[in-house]
């Protein structure tokens, strides 16, 4: 009876792990490849079984959050990050709204894409408060980031010191710090919604540069980053791309390459339209790359015909190599 019952617990596991597109994560090779396969012990599964088994603990924060749909509240130790759980796609798609609301109220504007992990004392952090100051003020415009750490906070410094409005849509858990708590250290809580899906997050930061009317000024910056940034870059580029973004009114994309960050990244999708699996000059239509501010600036004052005795841009020189930071220090 025992042995039949553990053959039908092992079975049901691994028709759990079909069902998910696995290949048949409980069972390994024993006889080599190709080989008989034995079960997994349970304490061996590819993921914690916190996973598989919702806690009551989860089920707590859920109803917690249930309760104030409009921040989500941090774990119950007060440091902890809510696993996306979704009950039904209705979750996802209410917070989409909640994200659209945000930026109907707020308004559209700049959006910073930028890595969680530059410290404040790095140049390109100093760089970008200015590149954020400039831009609200040339714009008359909110700065969107993803209210996170690293230059996007050196971005929403930079607005805040020009005495324009801000938003962000936070993530629970952010690579950098902020990761102890799903709220922001110091923006008033109705102007940031931290979300329990990326999905939602794209959406809102996307929404947030879509332009309505001629009136309209917005721009997507790229920043340094990492996976986190080129992804959104990459996604934004394809919808613009595919017109989704700027189909009628369009909206400028700059590359801010400081100090050639983004230079082998360059030479790659170059090397793409040598494969062929890129069109000539698609990859340059999409996008404009500035090596300091004053180049972001000026382009973006020529997109929009910011007349030019509004040109009016307070920006010192960039460092100079010698006094410049090679690489970020991360801090764990």
């Not at 290949?23 to 080599?32: D, F, I, N, V």
Request: a neutral charge; proline letters at 7%; charged letters at 20%.
């Amino acid at each position: 009876m025992e042995a039949a019952t553990a053959s039908s617990v092992v079975g049901s596991r691994a028709e759990f792990g079909s069902r998910l597109g696995l290949a048949r994560p409980w069972l390994r090779p024993s006889g080599g490849r190709g080989g008989p396969h034995t079960p997994l012990p349970f304490r061996h599964l590819p993921w914690p079984t916190s996973r598989l088994v919702r806690s009551r603990a989860a089920r707590a924060r859920s109803v917690v959050a249930a309760a104030n749909p409009h921040q989500q509240q941090a774990g119950v130790g007060g440091g902890e990050a809510m696993e996306p759980e979704r009950g039904s796609p209705h979750e996802v798609r209410e917070e989409i709204a909640r994200c659209y609301e945000l930026v109907r109220r707020l308004g559209r504007g700049a959006v910073y894409l930028g890595s969680s992990r530059v410290p404040a004392a790095h140049p390109h952090y100093r760089q970008t408060a200015q590149l954020a100051a400039e831009i609200a003020k040339l714009l008359d415009c909110t700065t969107w980031t993803g209210a996170g750490p690293g230059l996007m906070d050196a971005a929403t410094q930079g607005a805040l010191e020009a005495g324009k409005p801000v938003g962000g849509f936070k993530i629970g858990k952010e690579a950098g710090e902020w990761t102890a708590s799903n709220f922001h250290p110091y923006l008033p809580s109705e102007t940031y919604l931290t979300c329990r899906f990326f999905s939602a997050r794209k959406h809102g930061l996307v929404d947030a540069v879509v332009r309505n009317s001629s009136a309209d000024k917005t721009a997507i910056v790229a920043l340094p980053g990492g996976i986190g940034t080129l992804d959104e870059l990459f996604e934004i580029m394809a919808l613009i791309q595919l017109e989704r973004i700027g189909s009628a009114l369009p909206v400028p994309l700059l590359l801010m390459n400081y100090d050639s960050y983004y230079s082998k990244l360059l030479e790659f999708l170059n090397d793409c339209e040598d494969w062929g699996t890129v069109a000539p000059g698609e990859v340059a239509s999409l996008w404009k790359i500035c090596s300091g501010n004053h180049e972001a600036l000026e382009y973006l004052a020529q997109f929009y015909d910011v007349p030019t005795g509004e040109r009016n841009y307070g920006i010192s020189s960039p460092p100079s190599k010698v006094d410049r930071v090679p690489f970020y220090t991360v801090r764990r």
